[in-house]
């Protein structure tokens, strides 16, 4: 019946068993009936379209909603997004986030607040793109690292291993000044007794922040791995000065508010 | 009147889509009012998408000479944009000297200064990302770049 096993291969991949001939009349069909069907005017430009032909189906009405909202969804997903993971970013930031704060207040007449609130990270990313003066790639130059004769590396290295105790003991009529190392921390108190009213120094650093800035070399602080130190600190208080016209903290903590 | 209504319709959801496009980064705005005797008064709020699109059409001397002029400080200015679009929500510095007030913050990814004083008020804002996009292109017009 087919002239060749191909034809009938053919054939039969169409679903049609007949002969060859009628398989081409058929095919030749469907060709003339979709050329019809391209060349009408499509139904919904008619002006009576509801009228004539309903170009909808009511399974097609059913998902109008469902396309208006991933419409509406598609044009506020670039407005949405980054708000979203901003508020993501944010609160993250607030879990894993260092910052130093600075506080001065003062006392006087006009009542002068300076607030500094600084993300540790961002500070250690953006100082080595400094180049200014005696600071570049994120360490300043000191011309005293060797002060008068006494290495300041080498005498930090000796507190740093020695144990915990008060090394320094001034008590004068003019201050009360301790120097001394407890429990990893660097601890410096002042007490300024020439002043009216109560004045007091304290400065606390971690040991391992020290270790970090004199970590560069000679004549060198290495700020940036000083702050990749404190980063790694406990919520903590670095400087206090209470003094009687103004009041100066500087901590560090996980909040990016001023209190 | 069915034709028109959908031309309408599609002529409409254009400039929505048009206008979410420009605005998606936010808005470049600066307020500047002088109130002392003949003080000016600068208001100009540009939406900061246009930005970056608009130093394309910058002659490329007048963009060298901005890199020559600030090209240095551009590198520093594009990292410190870069880090602070990690934290949208941030008080950095705020000082109060008298009536002298001095705020720089981050509000949903915009940098803000706000700066009050006697007779002058100064109010940027700044989408960061459009900070990072401009400090970026200056930074290649520095000398030696």
């Not at chain 1, 607030?115 to 005293?144: F, M, S, W």
């Not at chain 2, 979410?20 to 100009?44: C, K, M």
């Not at chain 2, 020559?68 to 679009?85: D, F, T, W």
């Not at chain 2, 002058?120 to 996009?133: G, M, S």
Request: proline share 4%.
């Amino acid at each position: 019946m087919y002239h060749t096993e191909r034809q009938a291969a053919i054939s039969k991949t169409r679903g049609f068993e007949g002969p060859a001939s009628a398989g081409v009349l058929e095919v030749g069909r469907v060709e003339a009936k979709k050329q019809e069907t391209f060349l009408k005017i499509p139904s919904y430009l008619y002006l009576n379209a509801q009228r004539r032909h309903s170009a909808m189906t009511n399974r097609t009405r059913r998902f109008i909603p469902v396309i208006a909202f991933l419409a509406a969804a598609s044009l506020f997903a670039p407005l949405g997004t980054p708000a979203q993971t901003s508020a993501n970013q944010s609160s993250t930031s607030a879990q894993a986030e260092r910052w130093l704060h600075v506080r001065v207040i003062s006392t006087n007449a006009k009542g002068e607040t300076v607030r500094v609130n600084v993300p540790l990270e961002l500070a250690e990313k953006v100082l080595p793109a400094i180049d200014h003066d005696r600071l570049h790639n994120g360490k300043v130059r000191i011309g005293c690292m060797d002060c008068d004769g006494v290495d300041v590396r080498t005498l930090f290295e000796a507190v740093r291993t020695s144990k915990d105790g008060e090394f320094v003991t001034v008590q004068s009529k003019d201050a009360d000044i301790s120097v001394a190392k407890k429990e990893g921390q660097f601890l410096v108190h002042v007490h300024d007794k020439n002043k009216p009213k109560y004045s007091q120094v304290e400065v606390k650093v971690p040991m391992k922040v020290v270790q970090a800035l004199l970590s560069a070399g000679k004549d060198e602080l290495d700020i940036v791995a000083g702050l990749h130190a404190l980063a790694s600190q406990g919520d903590q208080e670095l400087v206090s000065v209470k003094d009687d016209d103004s009041t100066i903290r500087v901590w560090l903590d996980s909040k990016n508010v001023t209190d | 009147m069915v034709l028109l209504g959908k031309l309408a319709l599609g002529f409409g959801a254009t400039v929505v889509l048009a206008g979410a496009y420009t605005f998606r980064e936010g808005l470049l705005r600066v307020d500047v009012d002088e109130s002392r005797g003949n003080g000016s008064h600068v208001h100009v709020w540009l939406p900061a998408a246009a930005v970056p699109m608009a130093m394309h059409f910058v002659p490329r001397h007048q963009l060298e000479r901005a890199g020559q002029h600030a090209g240095q400080m551009m590198p520093l200015v594009h990292a410190v944009a870069k880090e602070l679009q990690r934290y949208p929500e941030a008080e950095l510095v705020e000082v109060r000297d008298g009536e002298n007030y001095v705020r720089i913050r981050t509000h949903n990814g915009t940098f803000l200064v706000d700066v009050d004083e006697p007779g002058e008020t100064v109010h940027v804002a700044c989408p960061l990302a459009t900070i990072d996009d401009v400090s970026r292109e200056l930074a290649a017009f520095a000398p030696g770049a």
